[in-house]
């Protein structure tokens, strides 16, 4: 069960979170959202939010090598990670916990990349 949200919620892997936060709001519009420096930030343009995650991210960790910029995904907000896990789903990587919360990486059935996320409570 996804958690409601206002936004539609895209993780980038980025190699400069400030170059990205500079691009982003400079060029195409999106107003920072947050930014707890230096590993991650978030920018918003209408419902889109744009997860901007550097290297020393929870979220970049979460991904395995070798898949470079085609690790972005959709990030989906789930109240109980656990469950999901024990519905003999295919993941591609371990639980990953952060400041934010805990994250797994998954795919579907077609291969695409989905990050599941449970905010901290």
């Given at each position: 069960?996804?958690?409601?949200?206002q936004f539609?919620?895209?993780r980038?892997?980025v190699?400069?979170?400030?170059?990205?936060?500079?691009?982003?709001?400079?060029?195409?519009?999106?107003?920072?959202?947050?930014?707890p420096?230096?590993?991650?930030?978030?920018?918003?343009?209408?419902?889109?939010?744009?997860?901007?995650?550097?290297?020393?991210?929870?979220?970049?960790?979460?991904?395995?090598?070798?898949?470079?910029?085609?690790?972005?995904?959709?990030?989906?907000?789930?109240?109980?990670?656990?469950?999901?896990?024990?519905?003999?789903?295919?993941?591609?990587?371990d639980?990953?916990?952060g400041?934010?919360?805990?994250?797994?990486?998954?795919?579907?059935?077609?291969?695409?990349?989905?990050?599941?996320?449970e905010?901290?409570?």
């Amino acid at each position: 069960m996804t958690t409601p949200n206002q936004f539609a919620n895209v993780r980038y892997l980025v190699d400069d979170v400030q170059a990205a936060i500079d691009f982003y709001t400079t060029h195409l519009g999106f107003t920072l959202h947050s930014h707890p420096a230096p590993a991650f930030a978030d920018v918003t343009r209408g419902p889109l939010r744009l997860l901007l995650s550097g290297p020393a991210s929870s979220g970049a960790r979460a991904t395995p090598s070798g898949l470079g910029a085609g690790g972005n995904r959709i990030h989906l907000a789930v109240d109980d990670l656990d469950r999901l896990r024990g519905a003999g789903l295919t993941f591609l990587s371990d639980v990953v916990s952060g400041p934010g919360g805990r994250q797994i990486l998954l795919t579907d059935p077609a291969g695409n990349l989905i990050e599941l996320f449970e905010p901290a409570r």
